[in-house]
């Protein structure tokens, strides 16, 4: 036992927790934590807004597998991380946020910058903690970790009023915790796995679809070897792009909303589908009741409750998808010999033939899908790519092509603008020896760019390439399409100007004509030890093919 | 489709006995567009747990749903969806009445003994009854009470526990 303040004991059970780096933005209610924090071995990284902070935090989360930290403070400061917290919570990623509250005596009497976080949090995040007293806060930073890491990961907050923070107590730094309501540990069913050893070993046209999950229980070479055993094509997520090379030749790529022709035709004529960590969101599976409805469904979670969420599965297996596959794969390689073609593949070819060259290669120099084979030439496989959201985000996921897990980090099930600077960021901290590219789009990087200032001052080299259409791309797509081209509120006007932006942050902004220049600029950004703006003018008339109508089923597809 | 007939459940849990655990639960609730009949919470023979009897009506799918969200916050330990066959079931209610004039009074006690409820209050022009049994049984004596003319109602909401 070791006296000391709660803020000393934060600092300490974090600094146990083996956290390197926090993201953060002081303000009154923290200072007591932060005045430890300037003696720590610590490093803070200073955000320009807690949005940002929070998104950081979960690119460092997602480049690493470890868990992100951010902080703030009471009121404003919490509300702004808001944000950033749902967006961790959609994506299943693990985030561990820390902000100030006004001391316990001024709780519910609307005191200044107080706001009840807890409440506003609820359904944010896989659980948050408000400890009242400072002893408490040991074991509250290692439930937080616990419970963010483990299982289906997510954020956890915990709000310390300041009296809690500065108060001294007798600390003891438990090594373990056990939380009777959560045990995150289910080892799949027996009975169950074999229901689907039987499905898989029948299956003639068997697809795969991985989910995050696949990246998040470190699975990728599993789920592989997997595919290659059974034949079988993949199809992911956007979540669990780069989980399978998508150079492979049973890589269909991303499906749904705007998935890749060939992945959003196959996976309907599937006959048994092993969806992996998956959860079957609307914008991955389009109209529910028209996708695969005749298709056997074998559905692997680790959390019980997506299990016939969105869509009634024939074989349920609740359990760790890395284990999972291990049983999976072990009696299915004592079942079926090793092929190396089948009808189903030949079919999978014929189709990839069918679509191909409609795909890409097409418009001018600049056009998305030239310019992002170019980018994807110019980095090595090891380099990590985070987007913005909108088009841009499209057509990343569409044609830049990822080969490795834990190398493309985009906002998944919020869809939030101005997240792929900070993860860029965040990103960068955790593998500082690979090159971070933000795929943006002018919109987007607007939302976020005063995180320059942290990349700049804290050294913090990344790449943003903007694919700038002067417009809200994606709504102005919805308007060209399905609203008789009646643009409302998505012209975005040459404000502001990004490569003086760039450089008034004492970055390093260009802008670019052709794609010879932007070869050339890409080069010198990777050699460069400050961050990067590219802008890239496009057409603002710019459509992201395949489509699938809002509504509408995978089948109805369309293809530009 | 079996997974769709709508029903009433009993949905039983034991939580950690803190602040904010009955906020956190409800929470679900309204996030998840799941609609709460009653719920009802006391403490159980542990002292840091506590029971929270939840009656929803919905199909098997749904409440299949409420089941594993419920289960999957932190501060829930167990959870049952009871059938209501194997499972006591209990319900108070306080049902104040208009009393006109004596003849009335004497009815109200009468049937208020039939139903085995008991007295609990009486005052110049009404009369207060306190009903326990099953949900059924407070509906059949609410009917009855209503055409004397119903003052107000407070119920407790179902609590239960499984038989054996
Ligand atoms: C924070 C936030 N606000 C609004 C939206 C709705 N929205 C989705 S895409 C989009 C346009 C994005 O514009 P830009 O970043 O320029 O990308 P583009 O589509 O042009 O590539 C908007 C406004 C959103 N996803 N997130
Ligand atoms: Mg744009």
């Not at chain 1, 050893?197 to 229980?217: C, F, Q, R, W, Y």
């Not at chain 1, 088009?391 to 990343?396: D, G």
Request: charged letters at 20%.
């Amino acid at each position: 036992m070791v006296e000391m303040s709660g803020a000393q004991a934060l600092i300490e059970a974090l600094y146990k927790e083996k956290v390197e780096v926090i993201f953060g933005l002081p303000g009154g209610a923290m200072i007591p934590v932060y005045d430890v924090l300037r003696d720590s071995k610590i490093r803070h990284i200073l955000g320009r807004h807690e949005q940002s902070v929070a998104h950081m935090a979960e690119g460092f989360a997602r480049a690493s597998g470890r868990v992100g930290v951010c902080m703030a403070t009471s009121g404003p400061g919490a509300t702004n991380l808001v944000t950033g917290i749902a967006n961790a919570y959609m994506d299943s990623s693990s985030i561990v946020a820390v902000t100030g509250q006004v001391p316990t005596s001024m709780i519910g009497k609307d005191a200044f910058q107080e706001v009840d976080i807890i409440g506003i949090t609820t359904p944010i995040t896989k659980h948050n903690f408000q400890p009242r007293y400072a002893s408490e806060i040991p074991k509250t930073v290692k439930m937080a970790f616990h419970i963010a890491s483990t299982g289906r990961p997510g954020p956890v907050l915990i709000d310390i009023p300041k009296d809690v923070q500065s108060n001294t107590a007798d600390m003891i730094f438990p090594n373990k915790v056990e939380i009777r309501g959560y045990n995150p540990n289910i080892s799949p069913h027996p009975l169950q796995v074999k229901k689907a050893i039987d499905l898989l070993t029948k299956a003639e046209k068997p697809v795969i679809m991985a989910g995050g999950g696949v990246i998040l229980s470190n699975a990728s070479q599993k789920l592989q070897a997997m595919a290659e055993l059974l034949l079988a094509p993949v199809v992911t997520t956007l979540m669990s792009k780069g989980c399978f090379p998508e150079n492979h030749p049973l890589s269909l790529g991303v499906l749904g909303m705007h998935g890749s022709a060939e992945a959003n035709k196959l996976i309907l004529e599937a006959d048994v589908l092993l969806a992996a960590g998956a959860r079957f969101s609307d914008r991955t599976t389009g109209k529910i009741e028209e996708f695969c409805p005749d298709t056997k469904i074998i559905h692997i979670d680790i959390d019980p409750s997506e299990i016939g969420k969105n869509k009634a599965i024939d074989v349920p297996i609740v359990g760790d998808l890395s284990k999972t596959l291990d049983m999976l794969y072990d009696s299915l390689a004592k079942r079926l010999e090793k092929r190396e073609d089948s009808p189903w593949l030949r079919r999978v070819r014929q189709t990839r033939e069918e679509f191909k060259g409609k795909m890409i290669d097409q418009g001018e120099d600049l056009a998305p899908p030239k310019l992002l084979k170019k980018l994807r030439e110019l980095l090595p496989n090891k380099a990590v790519i985070t987007t913005e959201v909108g088009q841009n985000q499209m057509w990343a996921s569409l044609y830049f092509k990822v080969f490795e897990p834990r190398t493309f980090i985009s906002s998944g099930g919020l869809g939030t603008m101005g997240f792929g600077f900070p993860a860029a960021i965040g990103a960068k901290v955790a593998r500082p020896d690979v090159p971070v590219v933000d795929i943006a789009g002018d919109g987007s990087f607007a939302m976020t760019a005063n995180s320059l200032a942290t990349s700049v001052l804290e050294k913090i080299p990344v790449i943003v390439v903007i694919l700038n259409n002067s417009m809200l791309g994606m709504v102005a797509q919805w308007q060209r399409l399905f609203y008789n081209r009646r643009y409302s509120a998505v012209e975005l006007g040459a404000a502001p100007d990004f490569v003086k932006l760039a450089e008034a942050f004492g970055a390093q902004g260009f802008r670019i004509g052709s794609l010879d220049e932007f070869t050339k600029v890409v080069k010198g950004a990777l050699k460069s030890e400050v961050t990067t703006v590219i802008d890239v003018p496009i057409s603002p008339e710019e459509n992201v093919f395949p489509m699938v109508p809002a509504g509408k089923g995978l089948k109805d597809t369309i293809y530009g | 489709m079996e997974r769709r007939v709508k029903k009433t459940y009993i949905i039983s849990t034991i939580v950690e006995n803190k602040p904010g655990v009955l906020h956190k639960a409800s929470n679900m609730f309204r996030c998840r567009g799941f609609n709460i009949d009653s719920i009802s919470v006391g403490p159980t023979e542990h002292k840091d747990l506590s029971r929270m009897t939840i009656t929803i009506k919905g199909d098997s799918a749904t409440v299949e749903q409420v089941v594993k969200q419920l289960a999957k916050l932190i501060d829930v330990i167990k959870v049952s969806a009871l059938s209501l066959g194997s499972t006591v079931v209990r319900e108070l209610a306080l049902v104040k009445l208009h009393v006109a004039d004596a003849r009335a009074r004497s009815d109200i006690i009468n049937y208020a003994n039939v139903f085995r409820s008991r007295v609990v209050d009486v005052a110049p022009g009404s009369i207060t009854v306190e009903v326990t049994g099953s949900p059924d049984k407070i509906d059949a004596f609410i009917t009855l009470a209503s055409t004397f003319g119903i003052k107000e109602i407070a119920r407790t909401g179902i609590t239960a526990l499984v038989r054996g």
